[in-house]
């Protein structure tokens, strides 16, 4: 258990910078789960088996992640002067963003809920 008061202790923990190269895409349109599929078909893998994975994969989010992946390279070399061949995925999450809430008109005057949600998506790469 850590010690001190509150504001002390989130200083501390605010103050380790993580140096790792990332990149992350906030209010995506694409749920969480339709996300998740492709992420955790590339997780741990090299860039260049990830990019290989996602170019040919055929669902929306595999696009968005694409971007993604090519961000995350393009920091690590160009930030961190990091080599883009030794490069792999250690870590990618969707964290759950704002839900847009519709309403569609059905029969009798009813009006049923649509919900579109959204996502926040974050891709971590690191050096082997």
């Known amino acids: 258990m850590a010690t001190g008061h509150r504001s002390q202790i989130k200083r501390e923990r605010n103050a ?10 906030s209010y995506a349109r694409v749920s969480v789960q339709k996300a998740c ?10 860039l260049e088996e990830a990019l290989g994975i996602v170019m040919y994969n055929p669902r929306y ?17 160009n930030n961190n002067g990091m080599d883009p061949s030794k490069l792999y995925v250690e870590e990618c999450f ?10 569609q008109p059905r029969a009798q005057g009813r009006a049923y809920r649509i919900e579109k949600r959204m996502s926040h998506i974050t891709v971590i790469l690191n050096e082997r």
């Not at 969707?94 to 309403?103: D, L, W, Y």
């Open 61 to 77: 989010a595999s696009s968005l992640i694409e971007k993604l992946l090519k961000s995350a390279a393009a920091n690590a070399q």
């Open 37 to 46: 599929f492709v992420l955790d078909a590339i997780r741990g893998k090299s």
């Open 16 to 25: 380790v910078k993580d140096t790792r190269p990332s990149a992350k895409l």
């Open 94 to 103: 969707a964290n759950k963003g704002p839900t847009m809430k519709r309403v």
